[in-house]
């Protein structure tokens, strides 16, 4: 397997603040990038994507922002609620070198307190 | 989006033995996928089914313990063969392409526990 088995790092973030959840990925070929959220119990569900050729994608309350120099990737949640807690990841794909496979990261996991 | 089932979603087995989980997509997709996810840790891609033809594996997994069917666009099937307690885990199944587009979705897994 390709993923990185760690002790997920964990963020505590206050109830209304903003989040920033940061991501080193391992691939400079990767072409196309996700950040995914899990809650316990389930299957992660897609939250928002970028592609290479941009470094910033808003959604509705979330921002990814890619910078390629770095091979750095983030995720910042606006307005914070407690339904956001739950564990992040970002995932890769590392474009036509390596298939169209997603590779996923360490993950983090997000505590919101009301 | 899709809807992506699996059954069973949870099972207890013996050591020695081999479950079969499926995985049903509710739209036709070009390509699916099969993770392992240990409690507390990150996903691990174990394969991708591909239809009509033998599964690619990554490093580490092979045909033989993880055997793989996709007989059509919609379905797929991940075997864990001869089990051990080291192969309780969570498998998930995703699906990515054709009615999908780029976004891959996930199924919400099978939690396996070998005793």
């Known amino acids: 397997g390709e993923s990185v088995g760690l002790h997920l790092p964990t963020l505590s973030v206050q109830e209304g603040d903003n989040s920033i959840i940061n991501c080193a990925y391992s691939?400079?070929?990767?072409?196309?990038f996700i950040w995914y959220k899990q809650e316990s119990g389930k299957g992660p569900q897609f939250i928002i994507d970028?592609?290479?050729?941009?470094d910033k994608r808003q959604g509705q309350r979330v921002t990814v922002l890619l910078n390629k120099t770095v091979k750095h990737l983030s995720l910042q949640i606006a307005a914070t609620q407690p339904g956001d807690s739950a564990v992040y990841f970002c995932?890769?794909?590392?474009?036509?070198?390596?298939?169209?496979?997603?590779?996923f990261g360490a993950g983090t996991r997000l505590f919101v307190k009301a | 989006s899709a809807v992506i089932s699996q059954k069973p979603s949870r099972d207890i087995c013996q050591r020695g033995t081999s479950l079969t989980i499926q995985c049903q997509v509710d739209?036709?997709?070009?390509?699916m996928f099969w993770y392992r996810q240990q409690p507390g840790q990150s996903l691990t891609l174990i394969a991708t089914?591909?239809?009509?033809?033998?599964?690619?594996?990554e490093s580490g997994f092979v045909i033989d313990k993880f055997p793989i069917s996709r007989p059509n666009l919609t379905f797929s099937t991940l075997t864990v063969s001869n089990m051990s307690p080291e192969d309780s885990s969570i498998y998930l199944c995703?699906?990515?392409?054709?009615?999908?587009?780029?976004?891959?979705?996930f199924g919400p897994g099978t939690r396996l526990t070998v005793l």
């Open positions: 995703s699906a990515r392409g054709g009615a999908l587009v780029d976004t891959q979705y």
């Open positions: 995932a890769e794909n590392p474009g036509n070198t390596g298939g169209f496979k997603t590779i």
């Open positions: 970028i592609r290479s050729n941009m």
């Open positions: 089914a591909n239809q009509g033809s033998e599964a690619t594996y």
């Open positions: 739209s036709q997709v070009t390509m």
């Open positions: 691939n400079s070929a990767s072409d196309y």
